[in-house]
């Protein structure tokens, strides 16, 4: 159990529709990340947060969005859905210090989408 | 953005043989990282060797990197049917202090 927590665990919806997926990070940790991953694909990094702050923005599309919240856990918003976007959606968080390389990463189980 | 390749994409062993995987990247890092997936699950940390480190232990795993060549190799000594999942290495970029991810390498160990 690496203690970050996804939800849903699965997830089916029709094209158009939009979704939240949610992320508690482990305990402590200030750094959220959110990857996706689609078949036979590596993992897509697409947004780092940093004690509430957007840090790093990788090929995120404008459709999607995300935040952290105080407490620090993290949602991340697909809308406009599209067959293209079913995937495996991860959260993963470190204890990231400001301004230093990342070191582990903690995988939370994934969130898997499936668009119809 | 910078991105580790690993190669071979597919690799099919026996029970008890090694298995060595081969990531390259572009920029230049602060350390770089790899991690393994059980089909379907969240990623695990394996282990971190830093940029200024050659060579790295951990149990039966040993990590090299070769900054000069860009390119790091994960050897998994006397396989084991567990070790069956796809290996990924990750690197830092620098610019802006996330990690990227490359498209992994599919081990499967036969027993």
């Known amino acids: 159990d690496s203690g970050v927590t996804q939800t849903p665990k699965h997830l089916i919806t029709a094209t158009g529709q939009r979704v939240t997926l949610r992320c508690s990070p482990r305990s402590g940790d200030l750094s959220v990340y959110w990857y996706q991953q689609s078949l036979d694909q590596g993992l897509q990094f697409l947004i780092q947060?940093?004690?509430?702050?957007?840090?790093a923005k990788g090929n995120i599309l404008e459709r999607f969005s995300a935040q952290q919240f105080p407490d620090l856990h993290s949602e991340l918003n697909l809308s406009s859905l599209e067959l293209g976007d079913s995937a495996l959606y991860f959260c993963?968080?470190?204890?990231?210090?400001?301004?230093?390389?990342?070191?582990?990463?903690?995988f939370g189980e994934g969130s898997r989408l499936t668009v119809l | 953005s910078q991105q580790g390749e690993e190669d071979p994409q597919a690799l099919s062993i026996q029970e008890g043989e090694n298995a060595t995987m081969n990531c390259s990247y572009k920029t230049s890092i602060n350390n770089l990282q790899w991690y393994r997936q059980n089909s379907g699950r969240g990623l695990v940390h394996l282990i971190l060797i830093r940029s200024n480190e050659r060579e790295k232990h951990s149990g039966r795993l040993r990590v090299t990197l070769d900054t000069s060549k860009k390119s790091s190799s994960l050897l998994i000594t006397a396989s084991r049917a567990t070790d069956t999942a796809s290996y990924f290495c990750a690197t830092d970029d620098k610019s802006q202090g996330n990690l990227i991810f490359g498209k992994g390498t599919k081990l499967s160990v036969k027993p």
């Open positions: 993963a968080s470190s204890v990231a210090v400001q301004g230093r390389a990342p070191g582990e990463l903690f």
């Open positions: 947060y940093y004690n509430g702050e957007e840090r």
